[in-house]
């Protein structure tokens, strides 16, 4: 992922923040010899206060195809992407051009995990990887914990297997024009507010939150 120095954050407490609200990612597996690499959808919970530069827990089915993949290389990528338009030529051309003239961008911000996995198959390790990571998602306390031996999860707990993901590298990337003239940023935000679509008004809070005073 390029990352131009106006894209990036200005410290990891910008990523750090967006991620404790976007915690549905992509994992990235390289794939076994002659595959093509793994792609796996999952929700997961990334603390911060565990180790260097934190910590992933998560979950899958015992069936997934993706454990011969991490088992034979542990170095994975947990990819989030979020809060991305579509930004139309005409509000990116400055005054001094025609409208038509203006170059069509995208917006959106990306937060990607370097991993290291550790696979956890002990029940009770299980048991509590699954309470972090449902303390995280389930906070109203309605739900019973996971306990080994006990209902109501148990049982199930033999048909999973446990990921902890140690991050050792994290690039992250805000790109919403933050280099751009003052007055293609002024119409760019109007034209967000005013189009309202469903990412429409987080991608002006990055965009007003991102401006600097970079070069084009």
Not at 150 to 179: C, N, S
Not at 187 to 210: F, N, S
């Amino acid at each position: 992922m390029l990352i131009h120095p106006w894209d990036a954050p200005q410290d990891d407490t910008v990523w750090q923040q967006w991620l404790a609200e976007h915690d549905f990612g992509q994992l990235a597996v390289n794939g076994l010899p002659g595959e093509p690499p793994y792609v796996q959808p999952l929700h997961f919970f990334y603390d911060p206060s565990r180790g260097p530069q934190g910590e992933v827990v998560t979950h899958l089915a015992r069936p997934n195809p993706v454990w011969p993949a991490v088992e034979a290389d542990p170095h994975i990528v947990l990819s989030v992407v979020d809060d991305y338009v579509f930004v139309p030529g005409p509000w990116q051309a400055p005054d001094d051009t025609p409208p038509e003239h203006g170059v069509p961008t995208s917006f959106y911000a990306a937060v990607q995990l370097h991993c290291t996995a550790h696979l956890v198959d002990d029940p009770q390790q299980k048991a509590e990887l699954l309470n972090r990571q449902m303390g995280h998602f389930q906070q109203d306390g309605l739900s019973a914990p996971a306990a080994v031996g006990e209902e109501p999860y148990g049982r199930m707990l033999a048909g999973i297997r446990g990921l902890r993901l140690e991050v050792t590298d994290v690039r992250a990337k805000f790109k919403y024009a933050a280099h751009k003239a003052d007055d293609v940023k002024a119409r760019t935000a109007a034209g967000l507010l005013a189009r309202g679509g469903v990412r429409d008004l987080a991608a002006h809070a990055h965009h007003l939150r991102h401006r600097t005073d970079g070069d084009a």
